[in-house]
T-cell receptor, first 115, second 117 residues
């Protein structure tokens, strides 16, 4: 049973370009969380999704950021018109069930560098 | 708003020493607390998860305790080894404004552990 997969592992973009980060949850998991780790800062929650639904996006910037988790395929975190401040490591985690008691399993992260 | 604090920020110990990492949280109404390990440039590996009804969990040389009333958790590592060198993160599952929870984690800043031979 493969773990949480994220790709690409490293992504370089120039200011103003778009970044698309992909997350494939563990088999049988239908809940996905995205977190961001800025340089010299801790991990911060961004968004929580179930298949075809955004449940909680309270940690996601209102502009330029969007997330989806379609019925088929990976979850996508999309950043439009990237700026240098978006440079960070983006992690996704998956969980098998809804609710607070379920352990989250993390992927290896995508490290975004904005030039 | 839940805040999670970890002390010390960094710790350097000789191989073989037993050590304790500390985590405190401001909202005692947590659902669970999870300890992770993060190696440089890598993802997070879950070490232990303690549900709010539990007091401690053990896995090998690791033991994590939870005291909700005082807002504290500790991670005890016995007989440390150089391979234990990593950043250790604790994270609490928080309530939403309505008192429910979707399971999102609030992380501490981490403790950077170095175990030297």
């Amino acid at each position: 049973n493969a773990g949480v997969m994220q790709n690409p592992r490293h992504l370089v973009r120039r200011r103003g370009q778009e970044a698309r980060l992909r997350c494939s949850p563990m088999k049988g998991h239908s809940h996905v969380y995205w977190y961001r780790q800025l340089p010299e800062e801790g991990l911060k929650f961004m968004v929580y999704l179930q298949k075809e639904n955004i449940i909680d996006e309270s940690g996601m910037p209102k502009e330029r950021f969007s997330a989806e988790f379609p019925k088929e395929g990976p979850s996508i975190l999309r950043i439009q018109q990237v700026v240098r401040g978006d440079s960070a490591a983006y992690f996704c985690a998956s969980s098998p069930l809804r609710g607070p008691y379920n352990e989250q399993f993390f992927g290896p992260g995508t490290r975004l560098t904005v030039l | 708003k839940q805040e999670v604090t970890q002390i010390p920020a960094a710790l350097s110990v000789p191989e073989g020493e037993n050590l304790v990492l500390n985590c405190s949280f401001t909202d005692s109404a947590i659902y669970n607390l999870q300890w992770f390990r993060q190696d440089p440039g890598k993802g997070l590996t879950s070490l232990l998860l303690i549900q709010s009804s539990q007091r401690e969990q053990t896995s090998g040389r690791l033991n994590a305790s939870l005291d909700k009333s005082s807002g504290r958790s500790t991670l005890y590592i016995a007989a440390s080894q150089p391979g234990d060198s990593a950043t250790y993160l604790c994270a609490a599952t928080v309530h939403n404004a309505g008192g429910t929870s979707y399971g999102k984690l609030t992380f501490g800043q981490g403790t950077i552990l170095t175990v030297h031979p």
